[in-house]
Every structure is written in structure tokens, then in C-alpha cells.
């Protein structure tokens, strides 16, 4: 069964990079079609889709964030990143990563979540 | 992006009543070449991952009690919770998965009277 789990600081300053880490077990990020996923959640609870990572490593990002997102696979650690720049108050959320079924798919199974909070 | 509008809100119900919500999509999350609705829902409990529920609109993910159905077509759908449980007790999303960026609705939280 694939869990994953998100990893990173909890409290970043403004202006600054917010940086996190999903680990995966129990399959591997680099084989088959899954597509791996970053999403967060606000404080008014709307969920947002920020970007996935194919297998093979090609991400695709939501325009929203005006490219300050980045997002890699380190297969030999089975891990996947985001990494997200010059935050502001307005990335403080929830941060979920999870596995897509393709291009166009529900995401199942997501992480626990790790709460990011932007400080000024 | 597509819009998904939730409604409504917030709803109370007794045990063992009925939960009724709706999700509407800015435009039709239909795909002729497959016959598909493009629509997945989620209960997302506080502290816990968001738990899949319904895909494809109407098909119940393995392990999901029956008392969970998925309904509907186009720009409307409906996640209907039968005989509702204390356990129950969570926020619900539809999310359309037609096109990228993949989007959700603002969510609905069901109580128990």
C-alpha cells in the first residue's frame, strides 16, 4: 500500500524559499504512470492544486503562481519536492502531496499534510 | 480553470437521515469520446488526509461504505450520503479532473444535529 508523507519547516519568513520534501513507500515515484502531486489547503479551507511531476521527472505547475514554483523527483530516494519562491502570507496553508492516476485523475492516496506558515 | 461551486455551505443532519450535496462546474466535465464525467469527491476529516470517496462521478472507491453514492453529468452532480453516521462528520469536495489545472469545490461540512 503507498503512503506518503510530507517533510519540511513549518516557518518561513517572507520573501523567503519554502522548500518540502514527500516521501513515498510501499511503490516506486520513477515506474508505471503515476503522476506526483503537490496540493495545499488555506486557512478558509479551499484546496488548491499547485503542480505534478511525471515519473520520468517533467513537471507541469499551476499558472497561478507566476513561476515561483519548482518541483524535482530524486528517485533514489523515492522522494519527490517542491520548492516555492519568494513566499508572502498569502502561502501560509496546508501542504498535501499525493499521487495522481495520469494526466487527467482523482489523487489517491494524499499525505497527512504539514502545515507551512509564513512569517514577515 | 473550471469553477466547482459547492452547495451549500454547511449542513446538519440527524443520524440516520439523509446528506445531500451539490457541485456545479463552471462547464461540462463530460468527455464525449470516453462517455466519462470527469469528477471525483472527498471527505477530508481534520488531522487526517483527504480520503477518496467517488471517481469517475458515480464509482464508489474500494472500501467505501454504500451509503456513499456519486450522481449526475455535465456541470451537475450531487454526493449523497444515506443513513449518515457519526463518522460521517467531515468536510466534503468535489474536485473536476478534465483539465489542468485540476480544481475543487470550496467544500461542504456535514454535522450531526
Not at chain 1, 499521487?99 to 494524499?110: C, E, K, M, V
Not at chain 2, 443532519?13 to 457541485?23: F, H, P
Not at chain 2, 461540462?28 to 462521478?57: C, D, E, R, T
Amino acid at each position: 500500500q503507498v503512503q506518503l508523507e510530507e517533510s519540511g519547516p513549518g516557518l518561513v519568513k517572507s520573501t523567503q524559499t519554502l522548500s518540502l520534501t514527500c516521501t513515498v513507500s510501499g511503490g516506486s515515484i520513477s515506474s508505471g504512470n503515476y503522476y506526483w502531486t503537490w496540493i495545499r489547503q488555506t486557512a478558509a479551507r479551499r484546496l488548491e492544486w499547485l503542480g505534478r511531476i511525471s515519473p520520468s521527472g517533467s513537471p507541469t505547475y499551476n499558472p497561478s503562481l507566476n513561476n515561483r514554483i519548482t518541483m524535482s523527483l530524486d528517485s533514489s530516494r523515492n522522494q519527490f519536492s517542491l520548492t516555492l519562491r519568494s513566499v508572502t502570507a498569502a502561502d501560509s496553508a496546508f501542504y498535501f502531496c499525493a499521487r495522481a492516476g495520469g494526466i487527467l485523475s482523482w489523487f489517491d492516496p494524499w499525505g497527512q499534510g504539514t502545515l507551512v506558515t509564513v512569517s514577515s | 480553470d473550471i469553477v466547482m461551486t459547492q452547495s451549500p455551505d454547511s449542513l446538519t443532519v440527524s443520524l440516520g437521515e439523509r446528506a445531500t450535496i451539490n457541485c456545479e462546474a463552471s462547464q461540462s466535465v463530460f468527455y464525449n469520446s470516453n462517455k466519462k464525467n470527469y469528477l471525483a469527491w472527498f471527505q477530508h476529516k481534520p488531522g487526517q488526509p483527504p480520503k477518496l470517496l467517488i471517481y469517475w462521478a458515480s464509482t464508489r472507491e474500494s472500501g467505501v461504505p454504500d451509503r456513499f453514492s456519486g450522481s449526475g453529468s455535465g456541470t451537475d452532480f450531487t454526493l449523497t450520503i444515506d443513513n449518515v453516521q457519526a463518522e460521517d462528520v467531515a468536510f466534503y469536495y468535489c474536485q473536476q479532473y478534465y483539465n489542468t489545472p485540476p480544481t475543487f469545490g470550496q467544500g461542504t461540512k456535514v454535522q450531526i444535529k
